[in-house]
């Protein structure tokens, strides 16, 4: 499969496990920090201004959100599997690492750099905390995923062979293939 194609594939599974952490961990924010995550924050900011949320019931904004949301694990995705084959190593530790350094080039980054958000510096530990742990989460099956996807399964490392027996899963694991 196409590098970047299986990356974008790879992101947009990453997004799903993080968006679902996300949702889990917010619930246990102190009330104090229970306030729209960046996604959505994002989202009022860089579309608000065009006027274009003006016109949107809430459904209608929180769907945009999510599809911009998806629509940046995607694009990220598509760009992990040339950082892996640089940096190599087991695609679970390289997907975190990865993870990591997106959440640092956007939220301590572009994002604060172009006035949409302040740093995470000047957020509360408990928000920056989630975050962090759902772009490890994003990260992690970003990582594994595009590996499965460009090895055709069973790889530990991006652009390595399968490991000996990688065909021979389970059915169960081989119906989700």
Known sequence: MNHPVAGAIAGLAGTVAMTAAMRAMF??????????????????????????????????????????????GAAAGALYPAAARRIGGP????????????????????IPAMGI?????????????????????????????????????GQSRVGEEPVAGAHEHSPAVRELA
């Open 27 to 72: 619930r246990a924010l102190p009330e104090k920090d229970r306030y729209p995550l960046p996604p959505r924050l994002i989202t009022d900011r860089v579309v608000g201004s065009t006027g274009v949320m003006d016109a949107m019931d809430e459904p209608e904004r929180r769907d945009l959100t999510l599809a911009l949301h998806y629509g940046y």
């Open 117 to 153: 958000l302040t740093p995470a510096t000047r957020h509360p530990s408990a928000r920056n905390g989630l975050m962090l742990a759902a772009h490890v989460v994003w990260g992690g099956v970003t990582g594994v995923t595009a590996a499965y996807l460009m090895g055709g399964g």
């Open 91 to 110: 695609a679970v530790v390289t997907g975190i690492g990865y993870g990591l350094a997106v959440w640092g080039a956007s939220y301590l980054g572009w």
